[in-house]
């Protein structure tokens, strides 16, 4: 089934809206898709009433018809395709997940070996995208490396940009999911000061991650296979999640016709925020600011305080009200791997674990239902691989790579593609008369605070 086929149509059922101004009624169209909430057909009552609809963070809004990642927020389930995440996260590897997201189908034997090999076909960088790592101080952070280096992409490969030849797109797509591990693994060594090492393609897609970031060239590397599999498994977890922050900014950026590597680069910096992927680094920093359980309910105090900016960071979702599915994964591989390690007793672990055991009691968290999301345990187990806390959202996009490239190519292959244009709310000034400068009075002393907005919890 392609991206559309089925939402955008009405089986008949109409919703009825009644403007309690001059009692007319508007019938709008109910649309279905395979599973989840109808959605009203809102695209023409513009038109023919004059009003907007009003939705700021699109808590309501459907603002495309997609066939890749289902997730019933309420249940806890995530498919992509069709799959549970559990049983990919179990069964599957990240490669073929790729392809699945990619092509809608899992694939088959030859079919998946066709598709590894096309991808490691280009894993190397362009000799001078390599410069660009040298702009950058030593303590860039590594998303910021990433947004630059990937942006940067756009000026090279003048052989994939053209956005309306399918093989192009196809080809644009593999270099992008191929490459991300290899920037991600020289913003690291950059950081230290390693030479760059060039991957491998006798290795996985996980294996060469882990080879790139933690080799020396004077070794030999030998991928430790339950990190190798954990990590895989991170990838699997971050792949896809619908229309989020930064799916929906690549969607955006693409719907203009914009470079393909130039959209990926606008959600690695969407993604960056704490509010989204960012969140995994930032549980690492609360969990070691708190750092003793006797300090829990001074932090669950402050995360319910409303004049306080703090949240519980890696809790609560936009759309799980019931424990991330994700999370639960995450927290069994985090033993797995603790285990391997060698680590009897994590403190951050344990830490981890009693603040969500206390938060889940707390009537705030249960009202609100805020649950933990993937990037409550993540971020204790990319420490324990060695990955430094900066580089935990570098993975995040990793993994995430593929998701925006098959929401993008989902978006471009439609052929009722629109340019994304959301309307607004206007509470400005109405047209008022220019004043010179010299006839200007100063009427009240604004703080900067005032001028910027200060902020609470909800940014008020
Ligand atoms: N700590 C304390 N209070 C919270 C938290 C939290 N982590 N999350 C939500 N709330 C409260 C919020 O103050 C509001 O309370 P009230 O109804 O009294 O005003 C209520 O819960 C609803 O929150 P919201 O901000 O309206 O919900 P949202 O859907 O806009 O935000 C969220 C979702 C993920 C941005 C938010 O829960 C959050 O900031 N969590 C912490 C950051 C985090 O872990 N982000 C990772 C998300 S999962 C991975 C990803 O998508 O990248």
Not at 25 to 45: C, E, H, V
Not at 90 to 108: A, K, R
Not at 207 to 236: C, G, Q, W
Not at 307 to 321: A, I
Request: glycine fraction near 8%; aromatic fraction near 12%; proline fraction near 6%.
């Amino acid at each position: 089934m392609s991206g559309t086929d089925k939402s955008t149509q009405n089986d008949g059922a109409f919703f009825t809206l009644t403007d309690e101004r001059d009692g007319q009624q508007y019938r709008l169209p109910l649309l279905s898709g395979t599973l989840g909430a109808p959605a009203i057909d809102i695209r023409n009552f513009y038109n023919t009433s004059g009003v907007l609809t009003y939705d700021p963070g699109f808590t309501s809004t459907a603002a495309c018809s997609s066939a890749i990642t289902y997730i019933d927020g309420d249940q806890g389930i995530l498919l992509y395709r069709g799959y549970p995440i559990q049983d990919l996260a179990i069964h599957s590897d990240y490669m073929e997940v790729c392809y699945l997201l990619l092509y809608g189908e899992l694939p088959s034997p030859e079919e998946k070996a066709t598709f590894e090999r096309d991808i490691k076909l280009h894993t190397m960088l362009h000799d001078q995208l390599m410069l660009f790592f040298r702009g950058f101080t030593r303590n860039a952070h590594p998303m910021a490396i990433m947004v630059g280096v990937v942006g940067a992409l756009s000026a090279f490969y003048h052989d994939s940009t053209d956005i309306k030849d399918p093989e192009q797109r196809m080809l644009a797509a593999y270099r992008i999911i191929a490459k991300m591990p290899t920037i991600g693994a020289y913003t690291y060594r950059y950081s230290l000061g390693r030479p760059f090492v060039y991957p491998k393609n006798d290795f996985s897609y996980a294996e060469n991650l882990l080879y790139m970031t933690f080799s020396v060239p004077t070794e030999e590397y030998v991928p430790n296979p339950v990190l190798v599999k954990a990590l895989d498994r991170i990838l699997i977890l971050h792949a896809d999640h619908e229309q989020n922050a930064s799916t929906s900014t690549v969607r955006l950026a693409g719907s203009s016709g914009a470079n393909p590597f130039a959209c990926i680069a606008a959600g690695i910096a969407s993604l960056w925020g704490p509010a989204h992927g960012g969140a995994n680094e930032a549980v690492l920093k609360m969990l070691t600011e708190i750092g003793d359980k006797s300090r829990i309910p001074e932090y669950i105090k402050r995360a319910k305080d409303k004049n306080d900016p703090f949240r519980l960071m890696g809790f609560g979702h936009r759309v799980y009200k019931h424990y991330d599915p994700r999370a639960q994964i995450m927290r069994e591989t985090c033993h797995e791997v603790l285990a391997e390690l060698g680590i009897k007793d994590d403190p951050l672990l344990d830490l981890a674990m009693e603040l969500e055991r206390i938060a889940l009691q707390d009537d705030y968290f249960i009202e609100r239902k805020l649950y933990p999301n993937v990037d409550f345990y993540t971020g204790i187990i990319m420490r324990a691989m060695g990955f430094p806390t900066n580089m935990f959202t570098v993975l995040f996009a990793i993994g995430r790579t593929v998701g925006w490239v098959a929401h993008w190519k989902e978006m471009i292959a439609d052929p009722k593609i629109k340019i994304g244009r959301p309307r607004q709310l206007y509470v400005g000034h109405p047209q008022r008369e220019y004043i010179p400068l010299e006839k200007r009075q100063q009427t009240e002393i604004r703080g900067w605070s005032r001028l910027w907005g200060g902020g609470n919890k909800n940014g008020k």
